[in-house]
C-alpha cells in the first residue's frame, strides 16, 4: 500500500510533515555558510551533483540530508552582510512561514473553486495597493513573478491600447497589422533591460526602443524625452509608450514623472512606471516624495522580492482602468466560463499571463502584519542610510572612487590603481577575486564604458561597522592584485 505520509497532511500524515518541516529548517540554520559563498568553481559544483537524479529506490533519510547540506552550503547567502551585489534580498522569517503554508495548500490562482479564501484575500491587497499609489477606483491588478512579468504586461497592453486607437485592430483577434511597426517606445538609457526584452517578445522589436539620454543624476531629461517624440511624430511613427523607472537598478534613479506624464499624455502615450526598485518608498514617510507623479501613470510594476523582503517570486502589476484587461481576456468553460462573471464569481486568470500561480499574496499580508508601517518604514529608511554610509567611507579611500551619488540603495564605485595599470580589467580581476575567494558577492557594471563595481544595499541589519570593514577588504585585495599578488 502507498505511504500516506509522503502526501499533503491530513489526519494520517500530521506528524511526518511537522518533523519534515522542522528538519529542514534545522538543516538550512545548520548548513547556511559561514562566507557569502564557497567560493566553488563552476567545474567543482557539477562534480557534486550526480549524473542520475532518480534513483530506484528511497534514499535514507541521512543522505537526503547530507544532499540538502551540499546544496544549501554551496550557495549564496543572502543575508551575510557580504551579499551586497544585487537585488537580491534576505527573505523576512515570517515570510518564510508563510510560504510554508503556501506550499502546503498548493492553490493555483487562476479559477475561484481551486482558492476561494486566496482569491478573495489577493483581490483586496491589489485594491488596497491601488489605493496606496493614489489610483482612482477604476483600477485593479494582478500579483506577478517580478519585474521582467510586470513590465511586459505593461508593454502588452500598451501595444493592444495603441494598435486599436490608431488602426482599430485587434491583436487577440488578427495578429500585429502591418502599421504596428510605426509603434515606439520611449525609455531612458538606463531603464531595465526587459523594455527592449518586451518589445522583441511582443513582435515590435528592439529597434522599436527609443532611448533618451539622461542627466547627471541618471534620470531621463523630459526635454530630450519631448524632442525625440516630436521628431518620431514628424516621421510618421506612433508614440506607443512612454516607460518611466523609478529606481533604476545601477544607480536607484528616479525619473521625474510629473513631467514625463504630461508629456505622455500631449502625445497619446501609454506612461508605463517600472517601480520595481523603487516602488517601496511608498510606505516611507521620508523619502516617498520621490514617487510624485506615480499616481498617473497607466500601468506600474512593483516588487516585493526586493525592499519588502519577500521570497522570490513576489511582484504586482497594477493598472489605472482594469478595463484594459479585457485585451488578455479569455474564458475556458471547464475554468472560468462567462457564467461565472455573470453570477460574481472571481476567476483571477482573467487578469493574469500566467494560469496556474502560487498564492505569494498571503506572504507578504503576514510580512505587513507582522512589520506593521512604521517598521516597514524604518527598514526601508535604514537601507538608504546605509548606501550612504557606504559613500561617505568609499570617499575616504584615495584608491576608490565614487561613480555616482546613491540616490537610492546603490552605490556605483571603482578601484583606482596606484600605478599604470587596464582598470577596467583590474576591477573586474579584483570583483572576481572576492567572489571566488568566498569572501563577498561584490556588484558590477560598465559606467561610460568603466567597469565599475557595485554594492546594492539590501540588508537592513548590515551595520555601518560590516560595510566599512568591506571596503577596507576591497582596497587591500585591489593592492594586492596590483602588486602582482
Known sequence: MFETDFLTPDSTSKAAFRRLVKEAAEIVCEALPKNSFSGKTP???????????????????DVIAATLKSIISNSISVGHPNTIAHLHCPPLLPSLAAEVVISALNQSMDSFDQAPA???????????????????????????????QSNYMGLLLARDACVNKHWNWSVRKS????????????????????????????????????????????RMRPAALNESLRNAVAEGLRPMAVVATAGTTDFGSFDPLNELAAIASEYGAWLHVDAAYGGALLFSPHH??????????????????????????????????????????????YLNPELHEEEGIPNLVTTSLLTSRRFDAL??????????????????????????????????QPSLEIIAEPQLST????YLPSAPHDSNLLNARLRQTLFSEGIAVVGHTRVRNMQCLKFTCMNPATSD??????????VERGKRLESGN
Open 411 to 414: 552605490v556605483v564605485f571603482r
Open 43 to 61: 567545474a567543482e559544483l557539477r562534480h557534486l551533483i550526480p549524473e542520475d537524479f532518480l534513483c530506484e529506490n528511497a534514499e535514507s533519510c
Open 175 to 218: 495578429g500585429l497589422p502591418p502599421k504596428a511597426r510605426l509603434a515606439r517606445i520611449f525609455c531612458s538609457e538606463v531603464a531595465h533591460f526587459t523594455v527592449e526584452k518586451s518589445a522583441g517578445q511582443l513582435g515590435l522589436g528592439t529597434e522599436a526602443v527609443v532611448r533618451i539620454e539622461v542627466d547627471e543624476q541618471f
Open 465 to 474: 561597522e560590516q560595510i566599512e570593514m568591506l571596503i577596507g577588504i576591497i
Open 363 to 396: 506572504k507578504l499580508w503576514i510580512s505587513f502584519q507582522s512589520l506593521g508601517r512604521k517598521r516597514l518604514a524604518a527598514m526601508i529608511d535604514r537601507t538608504i542610510a546605509l548606501a550612504r554610509q557606504a559613500a561617505a567611507a568609499i570617499r575616504k
Open 288 to 333: 516617498r516624495n520621490k514617487l510624485t507623479g506615480i499616481e498617473l501613470a497607466d500601468s506600474l510594476t512593483i516588487d516585493f522580492h526586493k525592499l519588502f523582503w519577500q521570497p522570490i517570486p513576489c511582484g504586482a502589476f497594477l493598472l489605472r482602468d482594469a478595463r484594459h484587461f479585457e485585451a488578455i481576456k479569455l474564458h475556458a468553460d
Open 118 to 148: 486566496a482569491t478573495i484575500i489577493e483581490q483586496q491587497l491589489v485594491q488596497w495597493l491601488c489605493r496606496e499609489v493614489g489610483f482612482p477606483n477604476s483600477a485593479d491588478g494582478t500579483f506577478t513573478t517580478g519585474g521582467s
